[in-house]
């Protein structure tokens, strides 16, 4: 596709349940971005991708999140033990190289009931 | 410490009036790349500009203009002759240089809403 694609485009899960959340980023884009987005909050850096390395996890909110890019390319995001909190908007960005804008996906809702 | 500041929640205007959107920054290094996005209802997230903090030349591109000033901190955004589809939220948002891979470590501001009405 032309653009940054994530699936599903919405999720409703129960409190305690694992899920997961996936990013298709351009074709030949290198680098690889999450970010969370409250409601009424500007997006939330979570983690970065380079290539199937994660080079930078320092905004994941604690050991209950988790992701992967195993061949550099699709990524999942994987939430264990999901509580209210989590509820947000789930955001993947992937740009061409180091320092080249992000291009930002649709986004999945998350709502944890 | 919110480093991106976007003073303004909500800003509604006419259609065809001017409309300028503050941000305030704040960092300690001396490289640092700043940029604006664009979020309309549909949600995703439209690169507008992105400036390094070398660069305070101003930006015009159509409708839209930056102005970059070191000396307060700030990197302003004016949409000139506001159109209806102008309607979004747009935010600001700083990257530090740390290393390279820190480029796409995007601090944003809370937003500001735009509203255009015809």
């Known amino acids: 596709g032309a653009g940054v694609s994530q699936t599903p485009s919405n999720k409703v899960t129960e409190k305690g349940k694992y899920v997961e959340l996936r990013c298709d980023p351009i074709s030949g884009h290198t680098a690889l971005y999450w970010y969370r987005q409250s409601l009424g909050q500007g997006p939330e850096f979570l983690i970065y991708?380079?290539?199937?390395?994660?080079?930078?996890d320092s905004g994941l909110p604690n050991d209950r999140f988790f992701a992967v890019r195993p061949e550099g390319s699709v990524s999942t995001l994987k939430i264990q033990r999901t509580e209210r909190g989590d509820s947000a908007v789930y955001l993947c960005?992937?740009?061409?190289?180091?320092?080249?804008?992000?291009?930002f996906g649709n986004g999945t809702r998350l709502t944890v009931t | 410490a919110q480093k991106v500041t976007q003073a303004q929640t909500e800003i509604s205007v006419v259609e065809k009036e001017d409309v300028t959107l503050d941000c305030v920054y704040e960092t300690r290094d001396t490289t640092y790349y700043l940029f604006w996005y664009k979020q309309p209802p549909s949600g995703e997230l439209v690169f507008l500009i992105r400036?390094?903090?070398?660069?305070?030349q101003n930006e015009i591109s159509g409708r839209y203009s930056w102005n970059f000033q070191k000396s307060t901190s700030s990197f302003n955004f004016t949409i000139t002759a506001s159109q209806v589809v102008d309607s979004a939220v747009y935010f600001c948002a700083l990257s530090e240089s740390g290393t390279t891979d820190s480029w796409g470590k995007l601090q944003f501001g809370a937003g500001t809403q735009v509203v255009v009405t015809p």
């Open positions: 960005a992937s740009s061409l190289f180091k320092g080249s804008p992000l291009h």
């Open positions: 400036r390094n903090s070398f660069d305070e």
């Open positions: 991708f380079q290539g199937t390395g994660a080079a930078d």
